[in-house]
């Protein structure tokens, strides 16, 4: 879930004009593209994934899936290594790319230091140098502690696993909580600015839904956003 919002705002990015690359280290490319099928067509990923006969038939001849085959958005799985991933940064910024997804931190390996903490440290502090100095706007995914699980109680800036120094290098960090564990289908997702530079703090008033069906962020009166 953490990983398919900003993977929606580079689609919706990419739908504007920007050129955007996504470097993906927990889902394939298949993976994601049956997503995005799914959310597009608003038809069941799982009914994709599975080859359900119906689902894919939808994909396949609805006309208006020719409106993503152009859209400039490349995804590359094979960037395990953050000294590989900042030397692509800087080929993809000469292609054009403007908007960079990393999907997620704690998969990257590399990094100076003698523990994990310190190596992601380093890690953030390369990619932020790397991302100032090329003018991209990056977005990198990073997963949490078990600790507001455990307390009942929303994320903070604390945490962020391994977290080395993100909320240093970071100018917004942006929290996601599902409320309710249930299995229903659609359940809300509070949203919550944990750092912001240049704007303001807090949880929004009222959650987004999501569909996990056909892969839908909503607004709370069910209108589908990016």
């Known amino acids: 879930l953490a990983a398919w919002m900003p993977f929606r705002s ?3 990015a990419a739908k504007r004009g920007h050129r955007v690359a996504m470097v993906s280290l927990e889902m394939g490319a298949a993976e994601l593209a049956t997503r995005v099928l799914a959310q597009h067509l608003g038809v069941s990923a799982t009914l994709v994934a599975l ?38 940064l800087g080929k993809w910024a000469r292609q054009g790319v403007q ?13 100076e230091g003698n523990t994990r903490n310190e190596q992601l440290g380093d890690i953030t502090r390369r990619l932020k140098r790397a991302a100032m100095s090329l003018g991209l706007c990056l977005v990198v995914v990073s997963s949490l502690n078990r600790g507001s699980e455990r307390e009942s109680r929303k994320p903070v800036l604390a945490d962020l696993r391994e977290s080395g120094d993100i909320e240093y290098d970071a100018d917004v960090v942006v ?6 564990l249930d299995d229903a289908p659609v359940y809300a997702v509070e949203l919550g600015f944990l750092k912001n530079r240049m704007g303001r703090l807090g949880w929004a008033r009222e959650p987004f839904q999501f ?3 056909t892969q839908r962020f909503m607004e709370p009166d069910r209108r589908e956003v990016a």
Not at 64 to 73: G, N, W, Y
Not at 99 to 111: E, K, N, S, T
Not at 175 to 180: K, T
């Open 10 to 12: 580079g689609i919706h």
């Open 175 to 180: 929290g996601l909580q599902r409320a309710g």
């Open 51 to 88: 080859g359900e006969r119906e689902a894919v038939t939808q994909v396949l001849t609805d006309p208006d899936i020719d409106r993503l085959r152009p859209l400039p958005f490349t995804v590359n799985t094979d960037l395990h290594h953050a000294g590989d991933l900042i030397a692509t």
């Open 211 to 213: 569909d996990a069906r």
């Open 99 to 111: 908007v960079v997804i990393v999907d997620y931190l704690q998969r990257l390996a590399g990094g």
